[in-house]
């Protein structure tokens, strides 16, 4: 944290937004689609890398968010028959409440023992879905009608399955997120989170409730990777639960430290990393996770602190 | 079937879980205990050790036990040096940093998988017992092969808890343990020990498998489940509690056969988890952990 | 990506994208050489492209690999007998590692990246679901070999067909008055407890009361499940026929210590042979199978009245009189299910000369001419045997087998009619703008 001027930072930020928006008009078909997926799913590690990166708590249950989200908005589309807005705020508040619950548990935790603690609340999860297949469909999922994913804004019509108008709304979310994290990061309470990370004894003795600020921080992550899933849910039209298992748990933390713990836009460059060497190998051969294994080996050999962490450890000392 | 039986039946069923249970998660206790790493790709280790298994038994012709012998005790041997040659290339490179070396076992865990497939291929394979005495209860048959687990893994676990508790290589594994700099100026290869650890961890996780092998065939995505279990099972017992460790993966295992005679299957998985789930929100340091470290 | 000719055989591994099942038009060996296949993808610009969406990781892998081989196999019988409107095939391989999320990216780089003609050949009903809404915003018709009764049920969207294999609703209810008339009256259900396992739970007993028997109990088994001893004291003691349809790497664990609960003094039972697709029946533990009955879409055994055009299925794909592969008598089919890849390829092939279709701007015209479709006769296209197709839910019908497990082997012992599997349609794709 170090106390350069905001402006470097911050220009940094709208550069990297202003750069994915120019390439929406350049990009071939296939790199658009894929990049508004990317966009959409580094929001979900932007807020898993809000409580591991900054507050130092290693969860292994974020997949539960995420899938509130994407459960919350595809569910009231499907079964209420909610327009847009009102299904992405539903999901957004499941997301947030389940995070609060959550939080108030597995807070009575710390290390490995909140690891644990999140990954099996994630399975109870993950289990209510599939035992309540009847309105969540299962292991199968469900599809979110195309008909009903359209935002009607006044007299215009949005149509989210036209890829303008998903990657401008995927950039849009990502673009938010981002200058809000950024904002936490570099305010007051930011610096609390960074404390308890490093120190949480000496935190508690400043004086400050360390408790409740790891809650908030709990809830803001978790209604971030909700948005996320409620933004995937509506933008790609599925539901399923696979997104709730423990591999889309292990997916964030593994982004996250590609690109950079406790970095800002590190976990956009893990997600992108690790979708593109997955996309590119697969085409060489079929026994590409061979390949992204020892990508991952290699990298974290030579990047021992993800891409970002480590550029700005030998380089950019003001990256936030 | 009467309800005194079907309990009977089902603790039976929890004893075996429990067995093997106890056995991988040792290994990830040893790991995860000595070393601090938390290794994700412990559950593949367990997956080689069924695979060899299959490779093995197959490869020697004869009585189905004498295959499950020679299974038994080169399958973790080769386990082992596959993990010592990991730890050495890789994990010790990164200094056992926590994180990197989750990113680093995440990507062991794939390249196992990967081989394993192509070499392997998808299938799931039977490795025959090496013995198929059906005990003839009278309310039920049951497997002699699955209570011979029990034996074969309690007799394991003291074997460890010796090791462990009376002899040097112990004292030393647990001196590293409970603070390796110390170790380290009194002279203890802390390098070393760590390599040992990582590769018996490996072993025992593929001993585990080579005992299961013949009740549930080896598959290549057979990790996943034995890694999670453990993950709890250490942190239920208490991290560094061997005790504790047997305990919290009798508890489970017990607990997942008796639950399920009362409820719907996977209504009794949700109340398991949630349960244990709550042991560990209520008790953070574990059943017989020691205050955080 | 096999366990015998997996990583050193550079027919498999070179070209696994851009799949050298281009027939004689491109030569497999051109292909090879990564110089080459810029060169040999220009000179197959006039090819019609099939993006098939593979399952070669995960847990699918064990099917991906067959549906493979039954797709090279009919693809190279398509181009030797000329093509699809007089151009050559070409089949793209993508994975989709078993996964919805995945199987949507892949649908979408079909659509934009490789745009390919129609994507094929999705098995799991996950991904198969996850994957529809991405085929129906690209407009991209989408053909799956899947038995799930997803696309018959209508929630999908006008883009995805199953033309090539039975869904299981219809399985279902063919099987009822069999397992009433031979097995016994009293039933009960042991499935997993997630959608497959519902279709099984949901259709049986409404389709045995029928036939006046009854479902007496419903076991549901959680996914997650490795052993399932501790499951059969809930079985009640007048069950005459135990009705399994277990799937995934457990399932011979399950038949095992059904064996071991029971030994000889067992009920009937009756399953579908997913549970043991690309496993040898003769595998250790499963003897105590003798004597049960399996549902079969097509035979994994060669059977004595075997028609030419099976024979001649069989050889082509290259699997012996067990059903397992030529040479490897170890490496097991999944003989039940992958013949639905040769017949799909064979319907689009129909679908795409009555439609006269001559590029992706023709494919609502290959929808509608795929809808069009209402019989396909047994014979070489259709070796499993005749079907008819249903243009509004966008299914087919066909006979289905049930065989006995005799002497190490599966022999089928009836054979249902196409009418005792039909069911009411439960909507209309057709009234969808395209």
Request: with cysteine; net charge neutral.
């Amino acid at each position: 944290m170090k106390d350069a001027s905001p402006a470097k930072p911050y220009a940094l930020h709208l550069g990297v937004i202003i750069l994915l928006f120019a390439l929406s008009f350049v990009l071939p078909d296939y790199h658009h689609g894929l990049l508004a997926r990317i966009m959409v799913l580094a929001v979900f590690a932007m807020g898993y890398n809000m409580l591991f990166g900054y507050v130092g708590l290693l969860s292994l249950g974020h997949a539960m968010f995420f899938s509130a989200g994407l459960y919350g908005a595809g569910l009231a589309v499907i079964h209420l028959g909610w327009s847009v807005p009102a299904a992405f705020a539903a999901g957004i508040l499941c997301g947030a409440l389940l995070a609060l619950v959550i939080g108030v548990l597995a807070l009575r935790t710390s290390g490995v023992a909140f690891m644990i603690v999140t990954m099996m609340f994630a399975q109870v999860f993950y289990l209510v879905i599939l035992y309540f297949a009847s309105w969540t469909g299962g292991d199968q999922g469900m599809v979110v009608p195309q008909p009903a994913r359209v935002l009607v804004l006044g007299s215009t019509s949005l149509d989210l399955t036209s890829p303008t108008v998903r990657y401008t709304s995927a950039l849009a979310l990502f673009s938010i997120v981002l200058l809000i994290t950024l904002a936490i990061v570099r305010s007051r309470y930011g610096r609390v989170l960074v404390a308890i990370r490093e120190n949480e004894e000496r935190t508690k003795m400043l004086g400050y409730d360390t408790f409740s600020n790891k809650l908030v921080a709990v809830v803001v992550s978790g209604t971030i990777c909700a948005t996320s899933g409620a933004a995937y849910a509506l933008l790609f039209g599925y539901v399923g639960s696979s997104f709730a298992s423990v591999q889309y748990s292990i997916l964030p933390l593994l982004w996250v430290l590609l690109g950079g713990a406790a970095t800002t836009l590190g976990p956009l460059i893990g997600t992108l990393f690790m979708y593109y060497v997955v996309d590119i190998t697969s085409g060489f051969t079929s026994a590409y996770l061979l390949i992204v294994g020892i990508a991952l080996i290699l990298l974290v050999l030579f990047f021992p602190k993800g891409i970002l962490g480590s550029i700005r450890q030998r380089w950019l000392g003001w990256l936030p | 079937m009467a309800f005194g039986p079907h309990l009977l039946l089902a603790a039976l069923e929890g004893l075996v879980t429990s067995a093997v249970l106890a056995l991988t998660a040792l290994g990830l206790s040893l790991v995860f205990g000595v070393m601090r790493v938390v290794n994700v790709a412990h559950g593949e280790f367990f997956m080689l050790g069924a695979v060899l298994a299959w490779a093995i038994s197959t490869a020697i012709s004869g009585h189905p036990a004498l295959g499950f012998l020679a299974a038994l005790v080169l399958a973790p041997l080769i386990v082992g040096a596959i993990a010592l040659v990991a730890e050495r290339l890789v994990l010790r490179r990164l200094n056992y940093n926590p994180e990197a070396t989750i990113v680093a076992t995440i990507g062991m865990l794939y390249i196992i998988q990967q081989l394993a497939l192509t070499f392997y291929g998808p299938g799931a394979r039977p490795v025959e017992p090496p013995f198929s005495y059906r005990i003839l209860l009278p309310w039920f048959g049951y497997s002699g092969y699955k209570l011979s687990i029990i034996a074969a893994s309690a007799f394991l676990l003291l074997a460890t808890w010796f090791v462990l508790t009376r002899t040097k290589i112990g004292l030393i594994m647990r001196a590293t343990q409970y603070d390796s700099e110390t170790a380290q100026a009194f002279g203890i290869p802390v390098d070393r020990v760590y390599a040992g650890v990582f590769a018996l961890g490996a072993m025992l996780a593929a001993v585990a498998a080579v005992l299961i092998v013949p009740i549930s065939q080896a598959h290549y995505l057979m990790g996943q489940d034995p890694l999670l279990l453990s993950f709890i099972v250490v942190i239920i017992g208490g991290l560094g509690s061997l005790r504790g460790t047997l305990v919290a993966a009798v508890l489970i295992g017990l607990s997942d056969g008796i639950i399920s005679v009362f409820f719907s299957p996977t209504l009794a998985k949700i109340i398991a988890t949630l349960l244990v789930a709550m042991v560990l929100v209520f008790r953070p340091q574990g059943l017989f952990g020691t205050a955080s470290r | 990506m096999t366990d015998k000719n997996g990583f050193f055989d550079l027919s498999k591994t070179g070209l696994s994208r851009r799949t050298a099942l281009k027939g004689l038009a491109a030569g497999a060996g051109l292909a090879v050489a990564p110089g080459f296949v810029r060169y040999s993808q220009a000179q197959s610009s006039a090819s019609l492209k099939i993006g098939f969406q593979s399952h070669r990781t995960g847990i699918g892998a064990a099917y991906g690999r067959w549906y493979e081989k039954t797709t090279a196999a009919a693809i190279k019988a398509i181009n030797d007998a000329g093509g699809i409107n007089g151009r050559p095939v070409e089949v793209i391989i993508e994975d989709d590692g078993t996964d919805p999320g995945r199987g949507a990216e892949v649908v979408g780089k079909f659509a934009t990246q490789h745009k390919t003609d129609i994507v094929f050949g999705t098995l799991f009903s996950h991904v198969v679901i996850g994957s529809a809404p991405a085929a129906g915003e690209a407009k991209m018709p989408y053909f799956v070999v899947s038995e799930g009764h997803h696309v018959a049920s209508t929630k999908l969207n006008r883009y995805v067909f199953q033309p090539g294999i039975t869904d299981v609703k219809s399985q279902i209810q063919a099987m009822a008055p069999w397992i009433a008339a031979n097995a016994g009256k009293k039933v009960t259900q042991i499935f997993p407890d997630f959608a497959f396992g519902y279709d099984h739970r949901d259709y049986l007993p409404p389709a045995l009361k029928a036939q006046g028997a009854e479902v007496i109990a419903q076991i549901a088994i959680p996914p997650t499940e490795s052993s399932f001893t501790k499951y059969f004291p809930q079985i009640p003691a007048e069950t005459e026929v135990i009705y399994h349809v277990m799937v995934g790497p457990a399932v011979l664990t399950f038949v095992k210590e059904l064996g071991e609960f029971y030994g000889s003094n067992r009920p009937q039972l009756f399953g579908f042979i997913d549970s043991l697709e690309a496993t040898d029946i003769n595998s250790p533990g499963l003897e105590f199978l003798d004597g049960s009955h399996f549902w079969e879409g097509s035979p994994r055994y060669a059977q004595p009245d075997d028609s030419a055009a099976q024979q001649a299925y069989r050889a082509a794909v290259g699997i012996d009189d067990n059903g397992a592969a030529v040479g490897d008598p170890k490496d097991v089919s999944t003989a039940a299910h992958m013949f639905g890849c040769w017949e799909t390829l064979y319907v689009v092939k129909k679908a795409m000369e009555d439609a006269g279709y001559k590029g992706p701007e023709d494919r609502a015209k290959l929808v509608e001419a795929t809808e069009a479709l209402t019989e396909f006769a047994e014979g070489p296209e259709h070796p499993q045997g005749p079907k008819t197709f249903n243009g509004k839910i966008h299914q087919c019908f066909g006979i289905q087998n049930i065989s006995k497990v005799e002497g190490g082997k599966l022999k089928v012992v009836h054979k249902t009619k196409i009418e005792d599997g039909l069911y009411e349609p439960e909507g209309d794709y057709t009234t969808q703008a395209l």
